[in-house]
C-alpha cells in the first residue's frame, strides 16, 4: 500500500461536509476513538453530501429509491481522542448511472492531522426490488456536476488501487 503524501491544504479545497468535537460515548478501552466511529464520521460527511444533491433522508421517504454501501476500505492514519475537533471532506472518485465511488478524509482539527480515509462505492437501489436503479434525474445531474468539480482538482486522491464505481 502507498503511503498518503495528501496534504491537508490540498483536502481543505473540498468543502468541510461535516464537522463535530469527538465525545466520551465514541472511545474505546483504549481511550481513543473506536474504529467503528471513522467510518461513522465519515458517512456522516457523506450523508450532508447526498443531502446536498437530493439523495438524502427526504429522498428516502418520498422515492422508490435508497442508497446501499457496496465496498468500503477504511485507512487508518493517526488516532482521534476526547475532545479532538474533526471534520470531513468528499471527493467523488467515479460516477456511473447506478453507482458512485467517494472517498471521505477525516481530518482532526485539533492536531492538524489526517487521521484517516475512507473510500465507499455506494448504488443507487429500487428498494421494492432490492435492485441496482439509475439515479433520479435531478440527483443524477448534481452528482455529475460534483463529479466534473472534482475531477479539476490538481491532486490525485490517495486510493487503495482495488475499488472503483
Same mark, same amino acid.
Given at each position: 500500500? =502507498?503511503?498518503?503524501? =495528501? =496534504?491537508? $491544504? $490540498?483536502?481543505?479545497?473540498?468543502? *468541510? ?6 465525545? #466520551? ?10 474504529? +467503528? /466511529?471513522?467510518?461513522?464520521?465519515? $458517512?456522516?460527511?457523506?450523508?450532508? &453530501? ?8 427526504v ?5 422508490? /429509491? ?24 468528499? #471527493?467523488?472518485?467515479?460516477? =456511473?448511472? *447506478? ?7 477525516? &481530518?482532526?482539527?485539533?492536531?492538524? +492531522? ?34 466534473v468539480?472534482?475531477? *479539476? ?8 488501487g &482495488?475499488?472503483?464505481?
Amino acid at each position: 500500500m =502507498t503511503r498518503v503524501t =495528501t =496534504t491537508l $491544504e $490540498e483536502i481543505r479545497q473540498l468543502d *468541510k461536509a461535516y464537522q463535530r468535537r469527538i465525545p #466520551r460515548e465514541f472511545l474505546d478501552e483504549n481511550e481513543h476513538v473506536n474504529v +467503528q /466511529y471513522y467510518l461513522h464520521l465519515v $458517512e456522516q460527511g457523506l450523508g450532508a &453530501v447526498f443531502g446536498d444533491v437530493g439523495l438524502g433522508a427526504v429522498y428516502a421517504q418520498a422515492d422508490i /429509491y435508497g442508497n446501499f454501501a457496496l465496498e468500503q476500505h477504511i485507512r487508518y492514519l493517526s488516532e482521534l481522542l476526547l475532545d479532538d475537533l474533526v471534520s470531513v471532506h468528499i #471527493r467523488l472518485l467515479e460516477l =456511473t448511472p *447506478k453507482r458512485a465511488y467517494f472517498i471521505g478524509f477525516l &481530518v482532526n482539527d485539533s492536531r492538524d +492531522q489526517l487521521a484517516a480515509t475512507v473510500e465507499i462505492v455506494m448504488m443507487n437501489v429500487d428498494i421494492a426490488q432490492r435492485r441496482g436503479a439509475p439515479f433520479p434525474a435531478a440527483a443524477g445531474l448534481r452528482l455529475r456536476a460534483l463529479r466534473v468539480q472534482h475531477s *479539476k482538482l490538481p491532486w490525485a486522491a490517495p486510493v487503495c488501487g &482495488v475499488m472503483g464505481a
